[in-house]
C-alpha cells in the first residue's frame, strides 16, 4: 500500500504490511503525543475536519492530531449550515472544500457519503464514519491498542482470544474490528450478545473463512474466562427503529470489577470504543473497575492520536522531517501516556 | 482607496484602480494558495471569523485564507450562541469582540447589520454577507474570476458579453456584480429570468446609465448564444415568502451539456455562485458539464481564497512582507490551481 | 498558592497574595494584547476549549488569549454533540478529553460538574463557569478592573465603595465578586435591588463577618452617590421559572447619563459584567453613556485577555519565557487599550 497521497475510506485497504507501517510510525509519534517533545513539520498546512454528524471525541482528535505535528485546522460540525441542505452534491462540496485545505476528515451519517466525496476531492480524505459502514481510523486504533497490551503481556496478535460484548449487530466499531483481526492467524473469536443483536453472518463466515475460531454465547460469564481481550460495546441507540426497541437490550451484559475478578483470568485487558454509556439502565461497564490497570479503554482513546498522527505523516509524507522539526516543549507538562 | 486600515463592507467602495490592486496582490498570493510555498506574515494575529447565520463555504474559505497567511482563526458560527441574543446591540458586540482579535469577518442575516457593527469595531472589518445586501467578497472573486477567463481567451473585462441566468431578483450576488462590472465599458448584459424574478428596474438602470446595453428575456436558449460568460443562479428559497412560491420558479432554466453544445460559442465560460442545486426539480448546471474544461465554478471558489488573502494583506498592510516570511511547503501537495 | 498544574475552579482557592501574583502577570501581558509584541512561548501547546453550554464571548476571550500565547485551540461549542448526550460521565468525558490537550477550559450548566471534570482530567483545568456556581475569571477580570481603574483615579481597593445593582440574587458575577472583595478591607458594599433578588444572607453576613459595611436600598438614587463604582447587572433571565417572571424585574433600575450626572460623583466608574441588555424593556446601561470615559465595560472585557493569559502562562510555568520567545509585529495594529 503506497500511503502518499491516498485516501482512507475503509479497513480493506489494509493489509498486515501496511498495518505494520502505520503502527511504527504511530510509536515514533508517541513524544509528541506525550509533550516530551513538539514539532513543526506540518506548519502552513491545513486540515480539512468537516464533521457533517455531530461529534466531539472523534473530531477533537482528529484536530489535536494535526495540531500536533504543527498545522492549522479549520472545522464545520454540522450539516444544517452546510450547502449539503441546500441541494449540492457530494462532489461539488468535494471539489470546493478540497481547495481549501491540505487533507478533509469527512464523516457524515450516509452510508457511501465519504466514498462519494473521496472520488471529487482534489487532496487525500480520511474517512472519519460514515454511518453503519466504515470508521478505519477508529478500527486502527483498536488494533493497535491490542497489539500494545499483548506486548506489554509476553503476547502477539496472533493467537488471540478476543470476546466481543454487546451490541455486535450495529456496532459499526466491532465490524471493522473483525475485518482487520481476519488478517492475522489462530485466533479465537467469542461473540457474546443476545440473538437480536449477534454479528451478521456475513462476518461470522469471513471469520470462520480465514480459519479462525468462532464461539458464540448469550450469557457473559459463559465466555470471557477464556479471552484475552474483552471488547465490550454500547447498545448503538441511534441505529434502532426507536428508544424502546433500544432500550430491550440496554444493560443485558454488564461487566463490573466482581464478575471480572470471578470470571476473567489475571490482567484480561478490557476495550470499549467509547462513549461507554454509565447511565443506571445501561451500565456496562461499571465505574468499579475504574482502578483496574487492565481497563485499556483511556489509553485505546490516547492511541487514536498517535493513529490519526500517522496517518497524516504517511499520507503526507512528512514521517521523516518529523524529527528534524521537532524543539523542546516549553511549559509544564504533565505525563499522559 | 486607502485599504490600510479599512472595512471592507461593500463593493460601492472599489473603483478600478482599487479592484486592480486587489487584483494584482491576489495573483501574488497563489504560490501560498497553491502550496508551492507558506507563508508566515501573520504569525501571531487572529482573526475574529464572526458567523451569525449558518455557512460552511464562506466562513472556512475566509478561514483558510487567514491561515495560509500564517494568522489564527476563532469563531463563532450561529447566532443563538451569542449575546446577540441576550439583548445586546451590535454596538457592544462588536466592542467587545473587537478587543479579542486583529481583523473581523462578520455574517449576519439582518441587512445592514454589519455596517453597525464597523462603526464600533475597534479593528477593521470585512462584511462576508448581510441577508440580501451586500457579500463584496464573493463579487470581487466573481470578477477575478471573469477577468482570468477571458485573458485565457484573449478577451477583457471591457467589452464583455455577460448572461445573468436564473433568479436575478433576490440572487445578493448577481446585484453585487452587476455593480461592479458597470465600472467597465461596452459591456452586454443578458438577463434571463422569469419575470417575477428578473432584475429590479434600479439595477438596470444603474447599467443603462453607464452606457452598457441590455437584453432582457425569459428563454434561456434566447441570449446564451452570444455571451462570453454564463453566470447561472440557484434560486434564494431561502428569501421567498414560503418553499411553495420557491418551488415555482426551480428548474425553469436548466443548463447541460447539449444545450451548452447547440446554443453557446466554444469556450463559452460558465459560472455560478454556488453552491448549484443539484436535485432533480431544481438542477440549474447538470453534472454532464462537469467534464467541460469551461465550467469555471470550482475555478470561482478557489480564487475566493486568494481574493480573501488579497484584502487581508492589504488591510493589514503586509502584502511585500508575504514572500520574505516564506518557505518551502515540508508536506506532499497536490497541486490544485 | 501554587498555580503550576493547578486547577482553577473557585474564587475561594486566591487569597490576597495570588490575586496579586495574577494581577502583575496580567500586567506584563499588556503589550502582547495590545499587538505591539507578539509571543510563541506555547507554539506547539493545544488548549481544549470545551463549552457544553453557548457562549460566544467567554468561549472566544479564552480561545485568543491562548492564542496570543502562540497556542492551538480545539473546541466544542455545544452539548448535543458530545458523548454525555449519549451517557458518558463527566470521569470518562475528562479522561478522554484530557487526552488531546495541555490545558481545558470548559463550561457546563451543572453546578459542579467541572469539579466532577477536572478530578479526572490529567491536565489542568479552568472552570469556564458551571451554571450559577462559579466563573473565577470573570471575578478576577471585574477586580482587575477596579483596581486599574482605582489607581488611574489615586485610589486602592482597600477602602472602596461599591454599589452593586440589579439581579444579585441570580448574578453569578456578582456572587464571585463579593467573595474576592471580601479579602479586602474597609469595603462599603451598597446593595441595590428588588427584595426579590437582593443579595442571598449567605453573602450578606460574609461581607459582614469580614468586616464591610452593607447598606441595601431598592431605589437606584439612594446609594449610587457614595460610590466609587457601579456595578450594573443584567436580569439573568435563563435562571428564572419563566419568561414572565422575568419579565418583572426588567427594566426596574435604569442609568443613563442624565442620572449619572445628577447624582454620582464625578469619575464613578460603570461597570457591567456584559452582555448589557439594550432591548427598550431592559436598558439597564442607556447607550447615551457610551461617551462617558468612566464607563468602563469594554475595558473589563479587554481586562479579561489579559487575566486570562495570565492564568494560563502561571499555570503552564511560562511566565519568564513569554519575553524571550516574542518579536515584533508585521502588521498594520490599531491601539486597543
Not at 32 to 39: D, E, G, S, V, W
Not at 62 to 73: P, S, T
Not at 87 to 115: K, N, P
Amino acid at each position: 500500500m503506497n500511503f502518499v497521497g491516498s485516501h482512507i475510506l475503509s479497513v480493506s485497504q489494509f493489509d498486515r504490511q501496511a498495518i505494520r507501517t502505520v503502527f511504527e510510525v504511530a510509536d515514533r509519534m508517541l513524544p509528541y503525543a506525550n509533550r516530551q517533545r513538539i514539532t513543526r513539520v506540518l506548519e502552513g498546512a491545513i486540515l480539512g475536519n468537516m464533521f457533517f454528524e455531530p461529534s466531539t471525541r472523534t473530531r477533537v482528535s482528529f484536530g489535536c492530531a494535526w495540531n500536533l505535528l504543527g498545522g492549522e485546522v479549520r472545522e464545520t460540525t454540522e450539516i444544517k449550515a452546510s450547502a449539503i441542505a441546500k441541494g449540492e452534491s457530494f462532489y461539488d462540496t468535494a471539489r470546493v472544500l478540497s481547495g481549501y485545505s491540505d487533507m478533509i476528515v469527512m464523516r457524515h451519517q450516509l452510508e457511501g457519503s465519504v466514498d462519494e466525496f473521496a472520488v471529487a476531492s482534489r487532496v487525500p480524505v480520511i474517512n472519519g464514519g460514515d454511518g453503519a459502514n466504515e470508521h478505519p481510523s477508529q478500527a486502527l486504533l483498536d488494533l493497535y491498542t491490542i497489539r500494545k497490551e499483548m506486548k506489554d503481556r509476553g503476547k502477539n496478535i496472533d493467537g488471540l482470544r478476543i470476546a466481543l460484548v454487546g451490541d455486535l449487530r450495529y456496532g459499526r466499531a466491532v465490524h471493522s474490528l473483525c475485518k482487520l483481526l481476519t488478517l492475522y492467524e489462530n485466533m479465537h473469536f467469542i461473540l457474546i450478545s443476545p440473538p437480536e443483536l449477534s454479528l451478521s453472518a456475513e462476518y461470522v463466515d469471513d471469520i470462520k473463512r480465514a480459519g479462525h475460531k468462532v464461539l458464540e454465547s448469550d450469557e457473559l460469564q459463559t465466555g470471557i474466562g477464556h479471552a484475552d481481550i474483552l471488547y465490550v460495546t454500547r447498545t448503538q441507540e441511534e441505529r434502532f427503529p426507536n428508544q424502546a426497541e433500544a432500550d430491550k437490550y440496554k444493560g443485558l451484559f454488564r461487566l463490573n470489577q466482581s464478575i471480572y475478578t470471578e470470571y476473567c483470568e489475571p490482567n484480561t485487558v478490557i476495550m470499549h470504543p467509547l462513549p461507554r454509556d454509565s447511565r443506571g439502565n445501561a451500565n456496562e461497564l461499571d465505574n468499579d473497575l475504574n482502578e483496574n490497570p487492565n481497563l485499556a479503554i483511556f489509553r485505546q482513546t490516547d492511541n487514536g492520536v498517535l493513529i490519526r498522527m500517522a496517518l497524516f505523516a504517511l499520507i503526507l509524507d512528512v514521517v521523516d522531517k518529523v524529527e528534524e522539526t521537532s524543539s523542546k516543549v516549553n511549559w509544564y507538562t504533565a505525563r499522559r501516556f
